[in-house]
């Protein structure tokens, strides 16, 4: 978990809404499926990048799994781009994932990629 890739994330995204699609979230739920994950991940940080409780994080991680492709996210939210980027950046998304299937994911992982300035591990 790299902070100085969230702060150049947030410094990019500071005060704006983002809108993902359809096969964004897909990837983007895959993680907030296990917030528990999440947390630890966090927490573990020196110093930790949030100053929520491990409840208001799994709370959000709920929100934020039930939005679609026509909700708007609001990245100038510290905990909400913390989720986000998280979700993102410890993606296991593709671990394991036959390579027919692998093309469909693999252009919603490269805008993600390009609208959070992240990388999503393909692999």
Same mark, same amino acid.
């Given at each position: 978990?790299?902070?100085?890739?969230?702060r150049?994330?947030?410094?990019? !995204?500071?005060?704006q809404?983002? +809108?993902?699609t +359809?096969? #964004?979230?897909?990837?983007i +739920?895959?993680?907030?499926?296990?917030?528990?994950c999440?947390?630890?991940?966090?927490s573990?940080?020196?110093?930790?990048?949030? $100053? #929520? $409780? !491990? #409840?208001?994080?799994?709370?959000?991680?709920?929100e934020? =799994?039930? =939005?679609?492709?026509?909700?708007?996210?609001?990245?100038?939210?510290?905990? $909400?781009?913390q989720?986000? =980027?998280?979700?993102?950046?410890?993606s296991?998304?593709? =671990?394991?994932?036959?390579?027919?299937?692998?093309a469909?994911? $693999?252009?919603?992982?490269y805008?993600l !990629?390009? +609208?959070?300035?992240?990388?999503?591990?393909? !692999?």
């Amino acid at each position: 978990y790299s902070t100085a890739k969230m702060r150049r994330m947030m410094m990019n !995204e500071q005060n704006q809404v983002m +809108k993902f699609t +359809k096969t #964004e979230w897909e990837i983007i +739920k895959h993680r907030l499926a296990v917030s528990d994950c999440i947390w630890e991940v966090m927490s573990d940080c020196e110093p930790c990048p949030i $100053t #929520e $409780t !491990e #409840e208001e994080l799994h709370r959000r991680c709920g929100e934020l =799994y039930d =939005y679609t492709q026509d909700d708007e996210v609001d990245i100038s939210d510290n905990l $909400t781009a913390q989720i986000i =980027y998280d979700c993102c950046d410890g993606s296991t998304f593709f =671990y394991g994932m036959p390579a027919n299937l692998r093309a469909r994911y $693999t252009k919603a992982a490269y805008s993600l !990629e390009r +609208k959070l300035s992240i990388d999503i591990p393909l !692999e």
